[in-house]
C-alpha cells in the first residue's frame, strides 16, 4: 500500500524538479540544468534536438542566444509515482521574444511528456519529450513595453538578472534545494 505522505512529498518534488527547469532555461544556468538529468537521460524536442543531457545543454546556449528573454511557465502538472519512478504530463506555456531592432515574439502551448526516476534519493528526469499543441508569432511594440515596466528592474537571461540581488537562494549553478 502506497504511503500518502510520501506519494505527497514525491509530487512536490517532481514539481520543483519541473519548475528548476524552466528558472535554468530562462536564466541560462546550464549548468544547474545538466544537474536535473540522469547521466543516461534523453532529452526529446523534435526535429530541433534528441539526444542526451550534456549534448542537450551543449546545443542549448546556441538557440536561446536568439531570444532577448524567455518565460517558460508551467500551468497543469499531473503526476502519477510508482516506487521509484514517475510520469508526468506537464503542461507549458513557453514565451520567446527576439532580439530588436525587428523583435518578435513567439508564443508556444505545448506539454511536456516526462519520466522521472529516484536514485540515490533524487528526482531526475530520465526521458523528457516536448508535444506542440499551438504557437502564435507577434510584432514587439518596444515604445508599449518601456511604458507599461516603467519602474521596474529589466530581467535579463544571465547572471545580472534582478533574481540573483534579490534573493541569495537562488544561486547561479547551484539552486538550493
Not at 86 to 93: K, P
Request: hydrophobic share 40%.
Amino acid at each position: 500500500m502506497k504511503d500518502p505522505l510520501q506519494e505527497v512529498i514525491d509530487k512536490q518534488s517532481l514539481h520543483e524538479l519541473v519548475l528548476r527547469y524552466c528558472r535554468c532555461c530562462d536564466r541560462r544556468d546550464f549548468v544547474q540544468l545538466r544537474a536535473l538529468y540522469h547521466d543516461d537521460a534523453i532529452d526529446d524536442h523534435g526535429s530541433m534536438f534528441r539526444g542526451s543531457p550534456d549534448e542537450y545543454v551543449a546545443w542549448l546556449p546556441g538557440v536561446m542566444a536568439n531570444f532577448e528573454a524567455t518565460v517558460h511557465s508551467i500551468a497543469n502538472a499531473l503526476f502519477i509515482v510508482e516506487g521509484d519512478a514517475a510520469q508526468g504530463e506537464i503542461y507549458t506555456v513557453a514565451y520567446h521574444r527576439t532580439h530588436p531592432p525587428q523583435a518578435q515574439e513567439i508564443v508556444i502551448g505545448g506539454r511536456y511528456l516526462d519520466h522521472y526516476e529516484r536514485r540515490a534519493g533524487a528526482w531526475k528526469f530520465k526521458e523528457r519529450a516536448l508535444a506542440l499543441d499551438w504557437c502564435r508569432l507577434d510584432k514587439v511594440d518596444p515604445v508599449a513595453c518601456r511604458e507599461f515596466a516603467a519602474g521596474a528592474a529589466p530581467g535579463r537571461p544571465d547572471g545580472a538578472d534582478p533574481s540573483y540581488l534579490a534573493l541569495s537562494y537562488f544561486g547561479r549553478g547551484a539552486l538550493k534545494p
